[in-house]
């Protein structure tokens, strides 16, 4: 499981469960770290802004996961997406280099070169 940060103060959780190795991706569902009737109101006191029915944060230099431990993900960029409607939302780590993307993701690795199998 990783922490999603905006600076120090923690945005949530998530496990990072979907990744393109090649593009240096991983992407993943957020659980926000505040309850239902907050999150609208936790988002936008980070600077989230709408785009469409999303509140997005994006381009943001603070905005990054960290593994249990507290070790940073080294991705160039960061983007969290959550729609209110759908009370869902979902954490972007891209431009991971391509050792640490096969250390830290060798499940997305494997998947990823599985599917050229035959």
Do not use: N, W
Not at 29 to 34: D, E, R
Not at 40 to 49: H, M, R, T
């Amino acid at each position: 499981m990783f922490e999603i940060y905006l600076g120090k103060q923690k945005v949530g959780t998530t496990a990072l469960e979907y990744g393109d190795p090649p593009m240096g991706v991983v992407v993943g569902k957020i659980q926000l770290a505040c309850s239902a009737a907050e999150r609208i109101a936790f988002l936008e006191s980070l600077g989230a802004v709408r785009d469409g029915s999303f509140l997005v944060i994006k381009d943001h230099p603070d905005l990054h996961a960290a593994d249990s431990s507290g070790v940073r993900v080294g991705s160039d960029f960061c983007l969290l997406s959550y729609s209110p409607e759908l009370e869902e939302g979902e954490f972007e780590a891209c431009a991971i280099d391509a050792i640490e993307y096969q250390a830290r993701f060798p499940q997305h690795v494997k998947a990823y070169e599985e599917q050229f199998k035959e």
